[in-house]
C-alpha cells in the first residue's frame, strides 16, 4: 500500500515551511440564529514536522485569537503564504519557528463566514433557522474542510470531534454526517461528533437544516464481503421533487454491484446520500451530496477517491478521469461509458497532474481528456474488461489507503506488461 506522501518542506521569505502531523482536532461551532452570526473554536494537536521549520495548515475564515501550548499569540501570526502552487493554493504558515517532531496544540478561534475560497458556499441563514453544508470540491484550492475546521492537506489522517450548536430562538433542524459517532441533543440544536480517525480534510460530510426541509429514508441492503448489513440513508432536500423510494432502490443496486466489480467496501456501516437541486455532485467517504443525476458517480467515488484516496490533492485527476469513464452517461460525457479509443502518442500534451507538490486542486481536464486517457488505456490493454480487471486489482492492493499517479502508472505496466510510461509522460504531465 502506497504511505501518505507530505509535501517536502519549501523556503518561504527565507523560513522553511514544514508540514505537520495532526494528530486530532477538536472543534466547536455556534450558529446564533437571533443575530446570524456563527463563531467556531479549534484545537489542532499535532506534532512538527521531521525538520525543525514554520507549520502549515489552512483556515479559510478570519482568525479572532490564536494559543500555541497554552500562550497567547497575536491572531496576526498565523497568515496566509504563497508557497509556489497554483493562485489560491496559500497556506497558513505559523510565525513561529518549531522543533522537528514537538507535540504542539495550536487553538484557534474566528468568525465564521463565507470561506475565502473560489466556489466557496455562505452560510444560509432563514428566519428561525439555518443552512449549512461543508460544501467541499476537488476542483479549486482549499475547498475541503479548511474552509470551515482548521485543516492540513490530503495525506495527514486525523481525528476529528465537532460540537455544533444552534442558539436563539428557531426550528428543530436536522444534522447529516458520515459518521456512527453522533450524538443529538433532544430539540434538534445541538450535535456533538467524531468522525473516525482515518480520516483527511476531504473526508467529513456535514449538512445541517431545518428539520421541515429535509426528508430521510432509511433501508439496508446486504452487499458482499461484509457479515452485516449496509444502513443506507437517502434523504431528500424538499426542495426537489424526486422518488426517494426509486434513489434508494439505485443506491442499494449500485453498492452490491460496485463491492462485487471492484472490491470491498472500507468505510464504517451506513451508506449516506443527500439528494439536492444544485446540478453538482460531490463526493465523501462512505457518503455524497448530489442530484439525481450525478448520484451514480458519486456512489462509485466511494470505491475510487475516498475509498482509495489520492495521496496529494495533485493525484486527484485520477479518480475524476476514471470514474467519468466508468460512469458516463452520453448525455452529459463526451465518450460512452467503458468506450474504447486507440490514443496514440501524437496528440496535444494534457496536463492532469500539476506539478507543485503543494498544489491543490484536480484539473478539469481530467473529466474530458482524462477520461480520454483512459478510453486508450482501455485500448492499449486490450479492451475495456481488461482496463476494469486491472482497476479493480489496483483498488484491492490499496484498500483504504492512498495513492499516487506514479503507483498506477507502476500498477498498469506489472498487470499488463505493457510500458504506459510514454503515455504518463504526454497525458498525465503534460510533456511534449
Ligand atoms: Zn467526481
Same mark, same amino acid.
Given at each position: 500500500m502506497t504511505q501518505p506522501v507530505a509535501p517536502p518542506p519549501v523556503v518561504v521569505d527565507g523560513r522553511r515551511v514544514v508540514p505537520p502531523d495532526v494528530e486530532r482536532i477538536d472543534a466547536a461551532l455556534r450558529f446564533d440564529l437571533d443575530t446570524r452570526e456563527a463563531v467556531a473554536k479549534a484545537t489542532v494537536h499535532f506534532t512538527a514536522g521531521g525538520q525543525d521549520g514554520h507549520p502549515a495548515l489552512d483556515l479559510r475564515q478570519p482568525v479572532e485569537w490564536l494559543r500555541l501550548d497554552g500562550t497567547s499569540l497575536d491572531p496576526s501570526a498565523l497568515p496566509s503564504r504563497d !508557497? %509556489?502552487?497554483?493562485? %489560491?493554493a496559500e497556506m497558513r504558515v505559523l510565525d513561529v519557528s518549531l522543533e522537528a517532531g514537538s507535540p504542539h496544540r495550536l487553538e484557534i478561534g474566528y468568525r465564521l463566514e463565507k470561506?475565502?475560497?473560489?466556489?466557496a458556499e455562505d452560510i444560509g441563514w432563514q428566519d428561525e433557522g439555518v443552512r449549512f453544508d !461543508?460544501?467541499?470540491? /476537488? !476542483? =479549486?484550492? %482549499? =475547498?475541503?474542510l479548511e474552509m470551515w475546521v482548521p485543516a492540513p492537506l490530503v495525506h495527514d489522517r486525523f481525528a476529528l470531534s465537532l460540537a455544533v450548536e444552534l442558539l436563539g430562538k428557531g426550528r428543530p433542524h436536522t444534522l447529516i454526517a458520515n459518521t456512527g459517532g453522533v450524538d443529538a441533543a433532544r430539540g434538534g440544536k445541538k450535535w456533538s461528533l467524531r468522525y473516525p &480517525? *482515518?480520516?483527511? +480534510? !476531504?473526508s467529513p460530510m456535514l449538512i445541517l437544516a431545518p428539520s421541515d426541509q429535509i426528508e430521510v429514508r432509511r433501508s439496508a441492503v446486504v452487499i458482499p464481503d461484509r457479515e452485516r448489513s449496509l444502513g443506507v440513508v437517502c434523504a431528500r432536500s424538499t426542495d426537489i421533487d424526486v422518488d426517494l423510494e426509486a434513489c434508494a432502490a439505485d443506491l442499494r443496486a449500485w453498492l452490491v454491484y460496485l463491492s462485487s466489480r471492484y %472490491?470491498?467496501?472500507? *468505510? @464504517?456501516d451506513t451508506f449516506w446520500a443527500l439528494l439536492w437541486a444544485p446540478e453538482r455532485g460531490m463526493e465523501y467517504d462512505g457518503a455524497t451530496t448530489s442530484s439525481v443525476k450525478a448520484l451514480e458517480h458519486e456512489v462509485f467515488h466511494s470505491w475510487f477517491g475516498r475509498g482509495v484516496?489520492? &495521496? =496529494?490533492? &495533485? /493525484?486527484g485527476w485520477i479518480d475524476e478521469a476514471w470514474t467519468t469513464w466508468a460512469t458516463s452517461t452520453r448525455s452529459s460525457d463526451r465518450l460512452g461509458r467503458f468506450e474504447t479509443v486507440e490514443l496514440g502518442l501524437d496528440e496535444p500534451p494534457v496536463e492532469l497532474?500539476?506539478? +507543485? &507538490?503543494w498544489s491543490r486542486h484536480t484539473p478539469l481536464a481530467a473529466y474530458t481528456e482524462g477520461a480520454r486517457l483512459f478510453a486508450g488505456l482501455a485500448a492499449l490493454l486490450g479492451g475495456p474488461e481488461r482496463l476494469r480487471a486491472a482497476m479493480a486489482d489496483w483498488y484491492r492492493v490499496n484498500l483504504g489507503g492512498f495513492v499516487t499517479t506514479n503507483g498506477l502508472a507502476a500498477h498498469l505496466a506489472a498487470w +499488463? @506488461?505493457?510500458?504506459i510510461g510514454p503515455w504518463w509522460a504526454r497525458y498525465v504531465h503534460g510533456r511534449g
Open positions: !508557497l %509556489g502552487a497554483e493562485p %489560491g470561506p475565502t475560497a473560489a466556489g !461543508l460544501w467541499m470540491s /476537488d !476542483l =479549486r484550492p %482549499g =475547498r475541503y &480517525a *482515518h480520516f483527511t +480534510s !476531504l %472490491g470491498p467496501w472500507t *468505510h @464504517g484516496k489520492p &495521496a =496529494r490533492a &495533485a /493525484d497532474y500539476p506539478p +507543485s &507538490a +499488463s @506488461g505493457i510500458d
